[in-house]
């Protein structure tokens, strides 16, 4: 059984240290179980973090790496299903949603997929067909699952809580969940938290009691990411209104990588607490190994079983990769811009640049969108040629060429046929977008 809670850094639990609030319900499931002081994500965007976590492989693999791409490995939960698990994943966050892949493996799967359930949406292209839905407050669904299927062993159920990360606060507090003006700071950061320790967490404790799992059920916590709180510079967040500066996750400092990992079993040992670096490539190896289904070469996985870690009572060598694709390179875009208009230059292609209406010309902010269309309109453009797009700023992308005319998204064959002979490389597939018709 496993728990992801959205957004939560290492330090911000009570059992980790932290002093504004208590989470004792996490507290306890660490007091009885082992906690892994220095578990690193494999990204700081959760489809990476949580594709990375199911398919114990890193991105170069699964290939999950920004919103349009799909995991391509096999999954763990496939390979618990095929020895007669029924498998389960409810998840509030659409980038961790069917679109991705992530229902692939899941007898059961459920996400948010209408206004009617998702306090949010987000679409990185502007088009409707690639809206994601999301927040969804699945708590009961999640344990009655557990009830009415608890019987039907061995059985994996996976639950993603978006509700911790920033921006749920709003739905929150109009559903009564938070109480406004309490633990408020950082956008109610401490707040979202401690109610998912009270009613998620809590109520998985009364669910064990009441249905006496704890002698066979192994239950995982953790996180898929951290996030920053004001301790380095940033800029907005490109696809947030309003110039949010903090919280956010966008960078490769630990705050924002370092997740927090807790697991329990009766049959491991029991409050412990493990120094040195593990992986969240490491958690399901580690679970398969502990039920007994020997790990394949052809499974190809980049994680390993923590079982002799626990046995030692502490990692070493371990080496920890983490994938940056989601911040916004400013002074990168700008050193590549400046090359490739030197290229149009030499070739003599007829352009027009947007140096004059937005800073540096580039487009990352959301504020961009409208004095650019209204500027390329009066210049009559055919068409529009968006290079060094990546997670954030390809969606204002997107809606640039909706709001212009028509955009089509290369579709998985061209891609591959480019690959193929060269034109682009294999990690960099995801990011290719055309514009046709558009003026």
Same mark, same amino acid.
Request: hydrophobic content about 35%.
């Given at each position: 059984?496993?728990?992801?809670?959205?957004?939560?850094?290492?330090?911000?639990?009570?059992?980790?240290?932290?002093?504004?609030?208590?989470?004792?319900?996490?507290?306890?499931?660490?007091?009885?179980?082992?906690?892994?002081?220095?578990?690193?994500?494999?990204?700081?965007?959760?489809?990476?973090?949580?594709?990375?976590?199911?398919?114990?492989?890193?991105?170069?693999?699964?290939?999950?790496?920004?919103?349009?791409? !799909?995991?391509?490995? !096999?999954?763990?939960?496939?390979?618990?299903?095929?020895?007669?698990? !029924? /498998?389960?994943?409810?998840?509030?966050?659409?980038?961790?949603?069917?679109?991705?892949?992530?229902?692939?493996?899941?007898?059961?799967?459920?996400?948010?997929?209408?206004?009617?359930?998702?306090?949010? /949406?987000?679409?990185? /292209?502007?088009?409707?067909?690639?809206?994601?839905?999301?927040?969804?407050?699945?708590?009961?669904?999640?344990?009655?699952?557990?009830?009415?299927?608890?019987?039907?062993?061995?059985?994996?159920?996976?639950?993603?809580?978006?509700?911790?990360?920033?921006?749920?606060?709003?739905?929150?507090?109009?559903?009564?969940?938070?109480?406004?003006?309490?633990?408020?700071?950082?956008?109610?950061?401490?707040?979202?938290?401690?109610?998912?320790?009270?009613?998620?967490?809590? $109520?998985?404790?009364?669910?064990?009691?009441?249905?006496?799992?704890?002698?066979?059920?192994?239950?995982?916590?953790?996180?898929?990411? $951290?996030?920053?709180?004001?301790?380095?510079?940033?800029?907005?967040?490109?696809?947030?209104?309003?110039?949010?500066?903090?919280?956010?996750?966008?960078?490769?400092?630990?705050?924002?990588?370092?997740?927090?990992?807790?697991?329990?079993?009766?049959?491991?040992?029991?409050?412990?607490?493990?120094?040195?670096?593990?992986?969240?490539?490491?958690?399901?190896? /580690?679970?398969?190994?502990?039920?007994?289904?020997?790990?394949?070469?052809?499974?190809?996985?980049?994680?390993?079983?923590?079982?002799?870690?626990?046995?030692?009572?502490?990692?070493?060598?371990?080496?920890?990769?983490?994938?940056?694709?989601?911040?916004?390179?400013?002074?990168?875009?700008?050193?590549?811009?400046?090359?490739?208009?030197?290229?149009?230059?030499?070739?003599?292609?007829?352009?027009?640049?947007?140096?004059?209406?937005?800073?540096?010309?580039?487009?990352?902010?959301?504020?961009?969108?409208?004095?650019?269309?209204?500027?390329?309109?009066?210049?009559?453009?055919?068409?529009?040629?968006?290079?060094?797009?990546?997670?954030?700023?390809?969606?204002?992308?997107?809606?640039?060429?909706?709001?212009?005319?028509?955009?089509?998204?290369?579709?998985?064959?061209?891609?591959?046929?480019?690959?193929?002979?060269?034109?682009?490389?294999?990690?960099?597939?995801?990011?290719?977008?055309?514009?046709?018709?558009?003026?």
């Amino acid at each position: 059984m496993v728990i992801s809670l959205d957004e939560v850094r290492n330090d911000n639990l009570s059992c980790n240290g932290y002093t504004k609030m208590e989470t004792k319900n996490i507290d306890r499931i660490a007091g009885e179980g082992i906690v892994f002081e220095k578990a690193m994500s494999a990204g700081c965007m959760t489809p990476i973090c949580m594709s990375s976590f199911l398919c114990a492989q890193y991105p170069n693999k699964h290939t999950m790496r920004l919103p349009l791409c !799909k995991i391509q490995s !096999k999954t763990t939960a496939q390979i618990l299903q095929e020895n007669g698990y !029924k /498998t389960c994943f409810i998840t509030g966050n659409g980038l961790v949603g069917s679109k991705h892949g992530f229902d692939i493996g899941f007898t059961d799967f459920f996400e948010p997929t209408s206004t009617d359930v998702a306090w949010d /949406t987000w679409s990185p /292209t502007g088009k409707d067909a690639d809206m994601f839905y999301e927040g969804w407050w699945w708590v009961d669904d999640y344990l009655n699952w557990i009830r009415q299927n608890h019987q039907e062993t061995p059985f994996f159920i996976w639950g993603h809580l978006y509700e911790t990360h920033e921006g749920a606060e709003t739905a929150l507090l109009r559903d009564g969940r938070i109480k406004e003006g309490e633990l408020a700071e950082m956008r109610y950061k401490d707040a979202r938290i401690k109610v998912a320790d009270e009613q998620l967490i809590g $109520g998985l404790i009364e669910v064990f009691d009441e249905l006496k799992l704890w002698d066979n059920t192994i239950l995982i916590l953790m996180s898929d990411h $951290g996030t920053g709180l004001g301790e380095h510079p940033v800029n907005p967040i490109p696809h947030r209104s309003g110039g949010l500066l903090y919280p956010q996750h966008r960078s490769m400092y630990d705050h924002d990588t370092n997740i927090f990992l807790i697991i329990r079993d009766n049959d491991l040992p029991s409050g412990i607490r493990i120094p040195g670096v593990v992986r969240s490539v490491d958690v399901m190896p /580690t679970v398969l190994d502990y039920v007994g289904i020997p790990i394949q070469d052809d499974w190809d996985f980049d994680g390993l079983s923590l079982l002799p870690i626990i046995d030692k009572g502490q990692a070493q060598g371990l080496q920890a990769y983490s994938e940056d694709l989601y911040e916004y390179h400013y002074e990168e875009a700008k050193k590549y811009k400046k090359l490739i208009q030197h290229k149009l230059d030499e070739w003599d292609v007829d352009y027009v640049s947007i140096d004059q209406v937005t800073k540096d010309g580039l487009i990352y902010r959301m504020q961009d969108i409208d004095p650019v269309i209204s500027y390329l309109n009066s210049k009559n453009i055919e068409a529009v040629f968006a290079p060094h797009c990546n997670f954030g700023t390809e969606g204002l992308v997107g809606l640039l060429g909706r709001k212009l005319g028509s955009m089509e998204v290369w579709d998985e064959k061209e891609i591959d046929l480019l690959v193929e002979i060269g034109i682009i490389a294999r990690d960099g597939r995801e990011a290719f977008y055309s514009f046709h018709g558009i003026r």
